[in-house]
């Protein structure tokens, strides 16, 4: 829970500074390109994440690598991070930045699950329900797990409209 608010923090004080100097935009890029080398799990991932690697060889590595990729704002962010220890919570940082760049822009950001792909007549229906008179960005996955119907993720909010959820209310109910 602590890593939650505190990821929430630091990315609402990265997007506050990335507003006032008017640089949201690249800024989002920057996260981005970060959040696709993290999520490859690869020896840099495991690099940032040791913890007896010391502040100094992060930052210089940060330096190396990202200096002439990322613009000065996140830079000095990822320095702050590293210099606070915080790199571990990198990756829900950069989540929760995502969501609070999207909020500012009214653009609603959900994640649907489905057993089977979705018709276009269902998503559309979906997305109108969602943000009847903006935009909405709109993940599709597919888990057979849930045998059917759909679960639908917004922020912090869950609707789950599964087949697996319905069956497990039952057993629930009758305590199987």
């Known amino acids: ?35 696709r080398i993290i999520n490859k799990k690869t020896e840099f991932f495991n690099l940032i994440n040791n913890p007896t690697i010391s502040y100094r060889k992060k930052a210089s590595l940060f330096k190396a690598i990202f200096d002439e990729k990322l613009n000065n704002t996140t830079m000095q962010f990822l320095f702050l991070v590293l210099k606070k220890g915080r790199e571990s919570l990198l990756a829900d940082i950069i989540k929760k930045y995502k969501y ?69 209310n039952v057993k629930r109910a009758f305590k199987i």
């Open 1 to 35: 829970m602590k890593g939650t608010r505190a990821s929430l923090r630091y990315a609402k004080a990265l997007f506050e500074t990335a507003k006032e100097r008017q640089v949201a935009q690249e800024v989002i890029l920057n996260l981005e390109t970060l959040e």
């Open 100 to 168: 609070l760049h999207l909020d500012a822009l009214k653009i609603v950001s959900a994640e649907v699950i489905t057993a089977n792909q979705i018709t276009n007549s269902l998503r559309d229906s979906i997305k109108n329900k969602l943000n009847a008179n903006g935009e909405v960005h709109l993940t599709e996955k597919i888990d057979k797990s849930i045998l059917g119907g759909f679960i639908i993720n917004s922020g912090d909010l869950q609707y789950d409209a599964s087949v697996r959820n319905k069956i497990n």
